[in-house]
């Protein structure tokens, strides 16, 4: 145990040189950037959505039998509803004939046909372009929605301080352990940044709970702020906190995730990427991901400090999980990205309002909200 942990921190060092090159590549942006940040400083427009109808967009790649399982619950909350919103499947170039299928079984939902994969984010950016209402919501195609949970996730955006709204998810095995909540939260410790799923320990009616990120595949998002921001970050492609990062990017802006407490999904198949691609990739994915995070999103300067003194322990630690390999591999397919990390770093850092630890704290609050309560 002892050698093994020493074996680590070992490899740990020997990648410090790379570690400092991106310590110096954000102290000299930092710096560079400063004479400018004096004049550049900007207000984000909170106007309030006008039109409280929403487009439902579900992303389909190879996925015909979960369209065909799924969608109609999808249909029925609109129509249980009763207000005139459109769904549309963004098709990411499937080859299985999902939108033959689509065409032949459900006429009344709008088919948006790629001609190649765009990922996560272009499929969902293509889907948000072609969007004619002011609230957008994204839907993973193996996603069953209660016919009321619609509602709960509109009525929250009367408020214009608000920029997204997440369902509360559960499986469908109601007994299994929640690892997904949609009680998003985060902490920074030790120098990283550790995402979950919280409980959800209340069940009281009209309630909004503040969360760290609104989940891609269950959640409501103000179009229009959507697009302010750029849309989903094709930094992360092919797949992995994308939303993490839209929604940190909102709340440095000001403007509010939400929980909404009443709207109900079920992720009925979960795992999608796993058996797409090997569960050793997609984890290296996200690893390299965490990476681009806090290279792109993480301004506070004792944090980056505490990042990079620290992160040789943080390394050490996690070779001891994974192995050299992985961590090497995820840490370099970061830095190759690092020259993109750093003019996005600074694209709308004129835009922000909120510290990163303002954030966190917020985010962190398991107090209930009220829909009155929003601009407190």
Known sequence: MQSSFWFSLIISIALSPFNLVVFLGLCISEIIYFPFSLFLKQTSDKKRVKDLLVSIIVLN???????????????????????????????????????????????????LALPENLRFTGGNNAGVQTAENDIVIFLNNDMEVDPGFLKPLVKAFDNDKVFAVSSQVFFQDRSRRREETGNTKAEWKQGFVNLYHDKICTAEENKYLPIFWAGGGSSAFDRKKFLALGGLDKLYDPFYLEDVDLSYQAWKRGWKSL???????????????????????????????????????????????????????????????????????AFFRALLQFPEVLYKRYRWRHYYCLSDKQIFEETSKKKVLSSASFNS
Do not use: C, M
Request: charge should be positive; charged fraction near 20%; aromatic fraction near 12%.
């Open 61 to 111: 790649w190879d996925g015909k039998h979960l369209l065909e399982k799924f969608l109609p619950s999808v249909i029925e909350a609109v129509r249980v509803d009763g207000d005139n919103h459109e769904i549309i499947v963004v098709d990411n170039g499937s080859t299985d004939e999902s939108v033959s299928f689509l065409k032949s079984h459900f006429p009344q939902v709008k088919i």
């Open 259 to 329: 929980l909404a407490i009443e709207s109900v999904v079920t992720h009925k198949h979960r795992g999608t990427n796993k058996q797409k691609f090997g569960n050793n990739y997609v984890d290296n994915t996200i690893r390299k991901n965490q990476y681009l995070f806090i290279w792109k999103s993480i301004t506070n300067v004792k944090w980056i400090l505490q990042y990079t003194f620290l992160l040789p322990i943080t390394q050490t630690r996690f070779v001891a999980q994974t192995n050299f390999t992985f961590e090497t591999k």
